[in-house]
């Protein structure tokens, strides 16, 4: 380093002592940054925690908005066939009255094939959710087989219970979060 003095003797280009001093807490700050941004980035470990995790909520996240679509899917199948089941059983009924007093035998007839139609409906909205239901499921093992072999354990677990699994990684974050804050405070 040179020196840069004036011809008056003080340090002449920082401004003085105060300025120096300013500069120095600066290039400290600065260099602390670098050093957590380059520590962040050498923890392998962590980070492929992090990964993890958050593969763990992807498919979590996935798993049960496949559920609830499948859900959804099915109540508005179930609903739907009920309905039609449920016209069909009246206009079989209204048909019923009118050929009662022409024919009381032929409204039976019509009204039996009515309710046989509004079951077939209620059954195939059944098998239409179940087999709703058996496309998450696939899509839940396409994903658990997907990850990496040490992940499909926990994405395993996680399929089957979503919400410890939800709950621990919203905890295990806070910890993090709360761990970082107290470390950045110590290191100061």
Known sequence: ???RTG????????GGP???????????????????????KTDIKGRARARAADLRDRAGAMTVQLRSTAAQATHAAQDRAKSAGH??????????????????????TVQDKAKSAGHSLQDRARETGHG????????????????PAPLRTPVRYARQHPRPVLIAVAAGATL?????????????
Not at 18 to 40: D, N
Not at 176 to 188: C, D, G, I, Q
């Open 1 to 3: 380093m040179t020196d």
């Open 7 to 14: 011809s008056d003797g003080t340090a002449s280009g920082a």
């Open 18 to 40: 105060a300025e120096l001093r300013r500069q120095i807490a600066e290039t400290r700050s600065q260099l602390g940054q670098t050093v957590e941004e380059l520590a962040a």
């Open 87 to 108: 016209t069909v059983q009246d206009r079989a009924k209204d048909t019923s009255h009118t050929l009662q007093d022409r024919a009381k035998g032929a409204g039976h």
């Open 132 to 147: 709703l239901q058996d496309t998450v499921a696939r899509a839940g093992d396409t994903v658990e087989h997907r990850a």
């Open 176 to 188: 993090a979060v709360a761990a970082m804050l107290t470390w950045r405070r110590t290191s100061r």
